[in-house]
């Protein structure tokens, strides 16, 4: 199965499409799956890839049970180990200016913010406004899906195995304004996958239904038709 897919625009107009199969990544731009970029530590054939581009290069992640070191890869040659020593995160997103890499093993309800405009600065907080903060750790869920729609950043967390879940947003534009994550909802997304951000809000399906996050407004249910089949 394709277990992580996306297409980008680098600075100059190159326009790269990448895609996980099996144990390989693939620059699919050219319409066949004939080219592996290599470089990246070994991954599974069930592990689920994510990516985001920043600062022109595309980042990935994974959801491997030991999750691998956070990858760059500039849209020619191999993948390398992301610098600075950032934290070995499932996800990754692009929030306000800074890489956002959420959930390590050792802590998986803890969200880890780049330093401004620097992917590659991952010191401790105060340093050139690398942080961190914890999402509710402790309340037996786990970060597992975040998205941005450039105002709040908005954490899902899902208790495993169960259905209990939570929406938790971010507001702030760094440390000396960030604020504390506020639970706006009782129930989480299904995954990563099911947080997408749109031309208007961020969009969740879970087990409720599919609901679009918008500043300012309440959760407005988007699935009211297929209800009874979510």
Known sequence: ?????????????????????????????????????????????AD?????????????TSEESTPIAPQKWTGSGSWAALGGSPPACRFCCVHKGRLILPGTNADPSRVYFSGNANHELWSPAGADDATNMFVHPGDGMVI????????????????????????????????????????IAHFGAAS??????????????????VWGLRVGEPLIKMS???????
């Open 192 to 209: 990563q996958r099911a947080m997408s951000f749109t031309h208007t809000a961020v969009v969740i399906a879970g087990k409720n239904g």
């Open 1 to 45: 199965k394709v277990r992580g897919l996306t297409w980008v625009t680098f600075e100059d107009g190159t326009i790269k499409g990448i895609a996980k199969e099996g144990t390989a990544v693939y620059d699919i731009t050219a319409g066949s799956w004939a080219t592996t970029i290599g470089g990246h530590p070994a991954i599974h054939d």
């Open 224 to 230: 009211h038709a297929i209800s009874p089949d979510i």
């Open 48 to 60: 689920e890839v994510h990516f985001a581009i920043f600062k022109n290069v595309v980042i990935m």
């Open 144 to 183: 597992n899906g975040i998205a941005s729609d450039g105002h709040y950043l908005y954490v899902s967390k899902k208790a495993p195995g169960s259905a209990e879940g939570a929406i938790y947003a971010i507001a702030g534009d760094g440390p000396a304004t960030f604020k504390a994550p506020v639970r």
